[in-house]
């Protein structure tokens, strides 16, 4: 990283040392103890406020931005060879269990297994330039009812009846609930 130190040359060798650790996957906690910085500072920089965090944020939020995006851009590549292994074994596995003629309690249950571990393995739907990601890795039947329950939410937060409109000068009425 030393090397590589472009446009923003006027960060302090605190801040390089800093920005080397994070590109070592070492946590914000982590990285303050080590080069000496209190936590809320170093929160501060890699956010870029530059009221709290003084004018060197904006350059320092500059490079941790970029280092955050390279590490996820590695991650998500590791991601995917570890996706494609996994499922050329359990493939492996699976057309072995097909070729049996009676399956054992032992075979359904292996393939109850693997059909969860798809299902749960990479759930994430992209929209364009978005991703909505549930990284708790929820099944199809937990994530048809998240979906549920966060429409009805929504669709509950356009509802404004719970108070009526107070005619001029006088006081609003709560509307009855039905129990």
């Known amino acids: 990283m030393a090397s590589n130190r472009g446009p923003a040359t006027k960060l ?3 801040h ?3 920005l080397e650790l994070f590109e070592q996957d070492k946590s914000r906690e982590q990285v303050a103890a080590t080069v000496g910085m209190n936590k809320r500072h170093l929160d501060y920089l890699c956010v870029g406020n530059v009221e709290k ?3 060197i944020a904006t350059l320092f939020k500059t490079e941790y931005s970029r280092i955050m995006e390279k590490s996820r851009r590695e991650t998500n590549e ?3 060879s570890n996706l494609k292994l996994g499922q050329k074994i359990m493939t492996d596995i699976l057309s072995e269990i097909e070729k049996k003629k009676t399956k054992t309690p032992e075979d359904k249950k292996i393939i109850s297994l693997y059909t ?6 990479k759930p994430a739907t992209n929209i364009k330039n978005l991703s909505f990601s549930y ?3 929820l099944d199809a039947e937990e994530l048809m009812h998240e979906f549920k329950r966060l429409t009805t939410i929504a669709e509950a937060s356009f509802d404004r009846r719970a108070v009526s409109e107070a005619p001029e000068g006088r006081a609003g009425a709560l509307s009855e609930v039905d129990e």
């Open 78 to 80: 590791l991601l995917d």
């Open 16 to 18: 390089w040392q800093a």
């Open 116 to 121: 969860n571990a798809i299902a749960k393995c």
């Open 12 to 14: 302090g060798e605190k």
């Open 135 to 137: 990284t708790k890795g």
């Open 53 to 55: 965090g003084g004018n």
